[in-house]
Nanobody, 125 residues
């Protein structure tokens, strides 16, 4: 089992930045899982944002968000991060951290094996 706990969300203004954190605990095998960030806005389906390989050497991003959001992981601290820059009102959503079995799965939300509870990000105009 893997437990994920997100933090760092909040209410910000358009143009601001936030850094989300996801602390991972449980089986040591988690360190070999690709980790992803996804989000879900009200009335919309869960959306892939970015993922990072177990080594941290490979990252993938949703094309629409690449350049503003940056994913990283610090395995020594059991933590995955998502830096959100130049936030826009349409970025308002609950942001989730999740673990997948392989990098081939990370763009598809239903294929993730473990999920955190999410952290709310609200961006005002």
């Amino acid at each position: 089992q893997v437990q994920l706990a997100e933090s760092g969300g909040g209410l910000v203004q358009a143009g601001d930045s936030l850094r989300l954190s996801c602390v991972v605990s449980g089986t040591p095998e988690w360190s070999y899982y690709p980790m992803g960030w996804l989000r879900q806005a009200p009335g919309k389906e869960r959306e892939f944002i970015a993922a990072v390989s177990w080594s941290g050497g490979t990252t993938v991003y949703a094309d629409s968000l690449k350049g503003r959001f940056i994913i990283s992981r610090d395995s020594a601290k059991n933590t995955v991060f998502l830096q959100l820059n130049n936030l826009k009102p349409e970025d308002t959503a609950v942001y989730y951290c999740a673990a997948a079995q392989t990098m081939a799965m990370v763009r598809s939300p239903p294929l993730y094996s473990y999920w955190g509870q999410g952290t709310q990000v609200t961006v005002s105009a």
